[in-house]
């Protein structure tokens, strides 16, 4: 009789510890995740911390929190944590009544990206196991894995110029996700918004506001505003590949004409002109071939091409996906597709016959400097 008794306690308690926990547990806990830094780069080593919190006046017997990880993520493992085939980080934590664990892992990250971490699985449990809890926990955590700057002896090709004494190199690495169009145009969509940045600076230097333009309103200067986006963001790519260009220039051509009196101007017109034809040829073709397809500034500036200042791509795109005439669009983008092939044809001839004698004056003076030398 007394075992019995001993038994129908046990088991009341056991039910009553698992009803307790699973009703009250859940209100006090809390879970946060972080980076110690949000940029690295490429196999730096990145502090991953956990915070889990228990406010409630219960115990936690046993919390597995379960979350996937990128597979380019390296964690220096320990006895509570496991990494499993699937990627997936799973930690275990106890937690007594009314305190708070703070874990730190070491992580290695091996490629670069936006890696971004939000939901974990949660997984309680009584002293016995009779009840188990689940439940998604939102816990954000985002880390930026920027590409490794490149030594500048280990560039395959880098330019340089003397200015001075000193030999300043010039190079580039490109990096499409530094650089994105959507980032840019919603920049410049607040720099022209009403009483924001630019209306700032102009009232700043004694502009009133009441005499300042609605930049992207106002169907005068909108386009304007956009072609001032797209200068922004494409003058130092043209920069680049024209020093680039010049740098590859033989300096002893410069020696040859300063030896036969040729000035600043007319070296550039006889030296430099014909040496970046062919950059020069490149860019006037991505500029009008990108002027005709141009579609983020317009989309994202003009809020998807609002006062007229819709382009013709973002024609195709309203006749596709806003009238529902996809034969039209198609039609639409055969024509954009001819019309750019008439502009590069163009330009080509153009350099070929019109640029002739100016290729065969750099020519000349290559051979004369050569001979010079």
């Not at 919390?63 to 509570?80: D, K, N, S, W």
């Not at 955590?141 to 280990?154: G, T």
């Not at 490109?174 to 840019?184: K, Q, Y």
Request: net charge positive; proline share 5%; aromatic share 12%.
């Amino acid at each position: 009789m007394d075992i019995l008794l001993i038994f129908a306690v046990f088991i009341a308690l056991a039910a009553l510890q698992a009803l307790l926990i699973s009703l009250l547990a859940p209100r006090g806990f809390g879970y946060a995740r972080r980076f110690s830094r949000a940029e690295a780069e490429p196999g730096d080593r990145v502090e991953f911390i956990e915070v889990i919190r228990n406010r409630g006046p219960l115990l936690l017997p046993w919390v597995l929190m379960e979350a996937r990880v990128p597979p380019t993520f390296e964690f220096r493992t320990h006895e509570e944590i496991e990494i499993r085939a699937e990627n997936y980080h799973k930690s275990v934590f106890s937690l007594l009544p009314y305190s708070q664990i703070t874990r730190r892992h070491q992580v290695v990250v091996h490629a670069r990206g936006h890696y971004q971490l939000s939901q974990v699985s949660m997984t309680a449990g009584d002293l016995l196991g009779l009840k188990l809890l689940y439940r998604d926990v939102q816990a954000p955590a985002e880390l930026y894995v920027f590409p490794s700057l490149l030594n500048e002896n280990a560039l395959p090709l880098p330019f340089s110029r003397p200015m001075g004494d000193a030999a300043v190199p010039r190079w580039i690495q490109p990096d499409p996700f530094l650089v994105n169009g959507i980032a840019i145009g919603y920049i410049f969509k607040y720099f022209y918004t009403r009483g924001f940045v630019l209306d700032s600076v102009l009232q700043a230097v004694g502009i009133p506001l009441e005499k300042l333009p609605y930049w992207l309103r106002d169907q005068s200067v909108n386009n304007w505003s956009l072609v001032f986006t797209s200068l922004w963001k494409y003058c130092g790519q043209n920069m680049v590949l024209f020093i680039g260009a010049i740098a590859s220039i033989d300096p002893t051509l410069y020696e040859a004409a300063t030896i036969d009196g040729a000035n600043k101007w007319q070296q550039f017109k006889a030296i430099i002109l014909p040496g970046i034809k062919t950059v020069f040829m490149l860019n006037l073709i991505l500029s009008i071939t990108g002027s005709l397809s141009a579609f983020e500034p317009a989309y994202v500036v003009g809020s998807m091409g609002a006062n007229g200042t819709a382009t013709f791509f973002i024609k195709i795109h309203q006749m596709a996906h806003v009238n529902n005439k996809v034969g039209m669009a198609c039609a639409m983008a055969m024509v954009l597709m001819v019309l750019i092939i008439l502009f590069t044809i163009a330009q080509r001839l153009f350099f070929r016959y019109v640029m002739k004698d100016a290729d065969n004056t750099f020519n000349s003076k290559a051979n004369k400097a050569k001979t010079l030398w």
